[in-house]
């Protein structure tokens, strides 16, 4: 192996270790749901409206985002993201007021999308070649999905540890606190790894260059939006990202829906959940492989059909078949994780010049991750209509729908391209 192709692996390595670190903390409710509800005195309906004011600044700083990735090293965005995460994670800790965690919950919003999204992907584009986007982008969510299982790996065993059989609140404040410091840290340790070892977007471009690759020799100007804003593409990437990551936000709910519906306890659910997690490497390694194999329409098509009947059987089966859905939701998480891991390697297949490759993953995110905002209200909906547990069943089951329709977005999307092509 060429001494460049190692350093192109190595900070995409980097790379991966920064998606994958920046996301737990802010997430916990995918482990530990029920015990933040306890530790921070919220309801379900305070949590979803904190998770909505996360998905507003997240919406709101997605274009943004792409045109600053465009203008701004991709680097020192990044670093500046993780920093910042870092930061509020050590706040969080402190278990502050409801006031307090709003506005921890707005600028993880800020530093985990606005500097970081559009030049974490960007960064990404530049590394691969051109016949490896499919499988960077399935090892990009494969990779970081490895970070995230080893962290929630060890924060489930200090959490265990501390906690035990115990129900005193402050027994779980303290196992909780315990493993959002140890996230934070590992997020600040990152912030340093890219700082000092990863290129600055100049010498990634000439990396291109030198390997033969189309290097970002064009600069970008506001006056090209106009271009990119009639391509086609672009809004039914967007569509496509939109139902499949409505559909992938079922993973934040299934340790809810364990321990609510099913009557499973907290710290087995949190193995269960931990296990889902080991899941997205495999889902991001099987859906790349696959993409670079039979397509990547066809993949991400396969991906949402095989989740939306698991999400379907969680919903519909009797809870006296409570040892299968352990297992039903391990397979769905390999689905989502399929679904997360591919659709952004469509980028490659959507005819976008690479000078405004920043702006325009800006403008897709800014259309595919709607569901931040709009999930969490239609989550209140449900909970409020349907009850705990209806409400959880009744999510699944519209999660379900989304699929399918991103499934004849899919369809649309493959049809345009090959006729194209032809």
Known sequence: MSKSNIKRYFQFFLIILAAGAIYPVIYLRTNYQVTILEVFNLSQIKL??????????????YIPSGLIADKISAKKLIAISLLGTSLCGFWFAQVPSENSVSIIFFLWGIFSVFTFWSAHMKIV??????????????????????????????GLAIF????????????????????????????MLAAILIFIFVDDDKKLAEMAENSGERGEDEKFHIKDIGKLLKNKYVYLMGGIIFMGYAVFWTVYYIGGFLQTNIG????????????????????????????DKIGRPLT????????????????????????????????????????????????????????????????ISFIGYLPDIVLPQLNSYLWVTFGDQGGYNAYFIVSAVFGLLGIAILAYYNMLNKKEKA
């Not at 909780?176 to 840290?185: D, G, K, N, P, R």
């Not at 306890?265 to 993409?291: C, S, Y």
């Open 160 to 187: 265990a540890k501390i906690l035990g059989t115990s129900e005193v609140m402050a027994d779980k404040q303290s196992a909780l606190v315990s493993v959002i410091y140890l996230y934070s840290a590992i997020v």
């Open 300 to 363: 991400i098509s396969i991906a949402l059909c095989g989740a939306a009947v698991m999400l379907l059987i969680s919903a519909l089966m009797p809870v006296s078949s409570m040892n299968l859905f352990p297992i039903i939701v391990v397979i769905l998480g390999i689905f989502l994780y399929m679904i997360r891991g591919t659709y952004w390697s469509l980028l490659g297949l959507s005819k976008i010049e690479i000078a405004m490759m920043g702006t325009a993953i800006g403008l």
């Open 125 to 154: 584009k530049m590394l691969a070649r051109a016949n490896e986007e499919g499988r960077f982008f399935g090892i990009l969510d494969g990779g970081r999905g490895v970070v995230e299982a080893i962290m929630a790996s060890i």
């Open 264 to 291: 499973i306890d907290a710290v087995t659910v949190g193995k269960i959940t931990v296990i889902i997690l080991w899941m997205r490497p495999v889902g991001g390694f099987i859906g790349g492989f696959l993409a």
């Open 48 to 61: 979803n409206n904190l998770y909505s004011m996360l998905g507003m600044a997240y919406v709101i700083g």
